[in-house]
């Protein structure tokens, strides 16, 4: 599932994601999209400790909205947070995070506000 985050700061788009994803869960995804505007991509990412991966269909889907983000809007972005306790998250993300332009940094579930602090500034 992708939520979108109450409470965050001017300028900075929220998720949280959390067991399967599935395909039909990226429709949260146009509501991020329009975060971009015209403005800089500031973004805090929740990853649930019941975070399961990608279902049927998902990976894909994900992968095509995420490439196509970074296509259109690649100026844009500045500042991702990633927050999780989940350690093989926070290596897939080190992992990908040359792909990604801006700044990318990961925080632990109890530093939501420190994560939504940096990503703001």
């Not at 788009?13 to 329009?34: M, N, Q, T, Y």
């Not at 490439?67 to 259109?72: H, K, T, V, Y």
Request: glycine share 10%.
């Amino acid at each position: 599932m992708i939520e979108l985050l109450p409470d965050m700061p001017t300028g900075v788009a929220g998720i949280r994601v959390s067991g399967k994803l599935h395909r039909e869960d990226l429709a949260a995804v146009p509501e991020l999209e329009k975060s971009f505007g015209d403005n800089e991509f500031r973004l805090v990412e929740v990853i649930a400790d019941d975070y399961a991966g990608f279902g049927p269909g998902a990976l894909l889907e994900d992968m095509k909205v995420g490439f196509g983000a970074l296509i259109r809007h690649h100026e844009q972005f500045r500042r991702i947070a990633i927050v999780t306790d989940l350690t093989w998250a926070t290596h897939a993300i080190h992992a990908m995070a040359w792909l990604v332009p801006g700044e990318m940094k990961t925080f632990a579930l109890a530093e939501l506000d420190a994560a939504k602090t940096w990503a703001a500034g």
